[in-house]
Protein backbone atom coordinates (compact mmCIF):
# COMPACT_ATOMS: atom_id res chain seq x y z
CA UNK A 1 0.00 0.00 0.00
CA UNK A 2 1.05 3.22 -1.00
CA UNK A 3 0.07 6.57 0.29
CA UNK A 4 -0.07 9.64 -2.15
CA UNK A 5 -0.93 12.65 -1.95
CA UNK A 6 -1.28 15.81 -4.79
CA UNK A 7 -0.85 19.12 -3.28
CA UNK A 8 -1.97 22.95 -5.45
CA UNK A 9 -1.71 26.25 -3.89
CA UNK A 10 -2.15 29.11 -5.81
CA UNK A 11 -1.81 32.40 -4.14
CA UNK A 12 -3.80 34.94 -6.33
CA UNK A 13 -6.55 37.25 -6.35
CA UNK A 14 -5.39 38.48 -2.90
CA UNK A 15 -4.81 35.28 -1.81
CA UNK A 16 -1.35 35.54 -0.10
CA UNK A 17 -1.02 32.36 2.25
CA UNK A 18 -2.28 29.47 -0.31
CA UNK A 19 1.19 28.05 -1.29
CA UNK A 20 2.30 28.02 2.32
CA UNK A 21 -0.79 25.86 3.68
CA UNK A 22 -0.17 23.39 0.92
CA UNK A 23 3.48 23.46 1.47
CA UNK A 24 2.72 23.15 5.40
CA UNK A 25 0.24 19.79 4.29
CA UNK A 26 3.21 18.28 2.46
CA UNK A 27 4.92 18.89 5.60
CA UNK A 28 2.70 17.11 7.80
CA UNK A 29 1.46 14.27 5.33
CA UNK A 30 5.02 13.08 4.63
CA UNK A 31 5.80 12.56 8.03
CA UNK A 32 3.00 9.71 7.74
CA UNK A 33 5.05 8.55 4.55
CA UNK A 34 3.00 10.06 2.15
CA UNK A 35 4.62 10.61 -1.69
CA UNK A 36 4.12 14.32 -2.14
CA UNK A 37 3.33 16.06 -5.46
CA UNK A 38 3.55 19.34 -4.59
CA UNK A 39 2.57 22.28 -7.17
CA UNK A 40 2.76 25.62 -5.76
CA UNK A 41 2.01 29.17 -7.74
CA UNK A 42 0.40 29.91 -10.74
CA UNK A 43 3.56 29.38 -12.87
CA UNK A 44 3.57 25.69 -12.75
CA UNK A 45 0.04 25.85 -12.27
CA UNK A 46 -1.12 26.50 -15.47
CA UNK A 47 -4.28 24.07 -17.12
CA UNK A 48 -2.18 22.08 -19.58
CA UNK A 49 0.98 21.24 -17.57
CA UNK A 50 -1.32 20.81 -14.33
CA UNK A 51 -3.07 18.16 -16.02
CA UNK A 52 -0.61 16.24 -17.09
CA UNK A 53 0.94 16.03 -13.76
CA UNK A 54 -2.45 15.44 -12.20
CA UNK A 55 -3.41 12.49 -15.05
CA UNK A 56 0.00 10.91 -14.08
CA UNK A 57 -0.58 10.79 -10.67
CA UNK A 58 -3.70 9.36 -11.08
CA UNK A 59 -2.28 6.76 -13.08
CA UNK A 60 0.16 6.28 -10.73
CA UNK A 61 -2.18 4.68 -7.94
CA UNK A 62 -3.02 0.82 -7.63
CA UNK A 63 -6.19 -0.51 -6.25
CA UNK A 64 -4.51 -0.72 -2.26
CA UNK A 65 -3.51 2.90 -2.59
CA UNK A 66 -4.81 6.20 -0.24
CA UNK A 67 -4.64 8.80 -2.81
CA UNK A 68 -5.23 12.90 -1.42
CA UNK A 69 -5.97 15.62 -3.79
CA UNK A 70 -5.68 18.95 -1.70
CA UNK A 71 -6.14 22.52 -3.48
CA UNK A 72 -5.77 25.63 -1.88
CA UNK A 73 -6.91 29.33 -3.69
CA UNK A 74 -9.80 31.03 -5.54
CA UNK A 75 -12.87 29.31 -6.94
CA UNK A 76 -15.41 30.81 -8.96
CA UNK A 77 -19.01 29.32 -8.89
CA UNK A 78 -21.12 30.08 -11.87
CA UNK A 79 -23.84 28.19 -10.75
CA UNK A 80 -25.57 24.72 -12.70
CA UNK A 81 -22.64 23.26 -12.03
CA UNK A 82 -19.96 25.25 -13.51
CA UNK A 83 -17.54 25.37 -10.32
CA UNK A 84 -13.73 26.57 -11.43
CA UNK A 85 -10.63 26.50 -9.97
CA UNK A 86 -8.28 29.55 -10.54
CA UNK A 87 -5.07 28.82 -11.11
CA UNK A 88 -3.49 32.58 -12.03
CA UNK A 89 -4.97 36.01 -11.36
CA UNK A 90 -6.44 36.37 -14.69
CA UNK A 91 -9.53 34.61 -14.00
CA UNK A 92 -11.38 35.28 -16.73
CA UNK A 93 -8.73 33.36 -19.07
CA UNK A 94 -9.85 29.96 -19.46
CA UNK A 95 -6.10 28.77 -19.61
CA UNK A 96 -5.89 29.34 -15.91
CA UNK A 97 -9.34 27.50 -14.68
CA UNK A 98 -9.74 23.93 -13.75
CA UNK A 99 -13.50 23.07 -14.21
CA UNK A 100 -14.30 20.75 -11.04
CA UNK A 101 -16.81 18.92 -14.08
CA UNK A 102 -13.20 17.51 -15.67
CA UNK A 103 -11.17 17.18 -12.33
CA UNK A 104 -13.39 14.69 -10.50
CA UNK A 105 -14.03 12.86 -13.41
CA UNK A 106 -9.90 12.25 -13.60
CA UNK A 107 -9.92 11.68 -9.94
CA UNK A 108 -12.84 9.26 -9.89
CA UNK A 109 -10.44 7.14 -12.52
CA UNK A 110 -8.18 6.80 -9.51
CA UNK A 111 -7.77 3.02 -8.89
CA UNK A 112 -7.00 3.69 -5.17
CA UNK A 113 -9.38 2.00 -2.88
CA UNK A 114 -9.44 5.44 -0.62
CA UNK A 115 -9.75 8.96 -1.80
CA UNK A 116 -9.42 12.26 -0.13
CA UNK A 117 -10.16 15.04 -1.60
CA UNK A 118 -9.39 18.59 0.31
CA UNK A 119 -10.80 21.69 -0.99
CA UNK A 120 -9.39 24.95 0.81
CA UNK A 121 -11.38 27.44 -1.59
CA UNK A 122 -14.60 29.18 -1.18
CA UNK A 123 -17.94 27.31 -1.52
CA UNK A 124 -16.18 24.30 -1.72
CA UNK A 125 -18.96 22.58 0.25
CA UNK A 126 -20.98 22.06 -3.08
CA UNK A 127 -17.86 20.18 -4.46
CA UNK A 128 -19.11 17.07 -2.16
CA UNK A 129 -22.53 16.77 -3.69
CA UNK A 130 -21.10 16.56 -7.48
CA UNK A 131 -17.89 13.98 -6.69
CA UNK A 132 -20.54 11.54 -4.93
Known amino acids: MTKRAFLLGCNI ?3 VHCEKDA ?3 ADALSRHDYRITLVEGPAKASFPV ?3 ELRQFVESCH ?3 TMVFYFAGHSLNEGKGKFKL ?3 DDINDLGNQLLVDMLLPL ?3 SRAAD ?3 IFDCCEAGK ?3 EFN
Open 115 to 117: KLL
Open 107 to 109: LRQ
Open 23 to 25: SLV
Open 63 to 65: QQD
Open 86 to 88: VLA
Open 13 to 15: AGL
Open 127 to 129: IAT
Open 50 to 52: LFG
